[in-house]
Nanobody, 114 residues
């Protein structure tokens, strides 16, 4: 299974960015897909995740600002990020969990300037 993420970049505080991540390969359902982020010196944290049956969870720090969506037919997960803050600056990783195995994308940098 391979995951290819795109999007990210530089945005000002209060701006918006969208990330997308397409998975390919032998994917067995049900799956969970989501996004995590990491800043240097800190542990990677889950930002948003979605099970195969539509349940979606968000970290408290992004609730109301980030929206995860997925297209199961395309094995693609999206993250729409609004009202961005400098503390959202991080490398964002998409992931897919299938049959107890986690697969990760390559990471994409999101920088929010103050």
């Amino acid at each position: 299974v391979q995951l290819q993420a795109s999007g990210g970049g530089l945005v000002q505080t209060g701006g918006s960015l969208g990330l997308s991540c397409a998975a390919s390969g032998s994917i067995f359902r049900p799956t969970a897909m989501g996004w995590s982020r990491q800043v240097p010196g800190k542990e990677r944290e889950v930002v948003a995740q979605s099970g195969d049956f539509g349940n979606t969870d968000y970290a408290d720090s992004v609730k109301g600002r980030f929206t995860l969506s997925r297209d199961n037919a395309k094995n693609t997960v999206y993250l729409q990020m609004n009202s961005l803050k400098p503390e959202d600056t991080a490398v964002y990783y998409c992931w897919l969990r299938s049959r107890g195995t986690d697969y990760w994308g390559q990471g994409t940098l999101v920088t929010v300037s103050s």
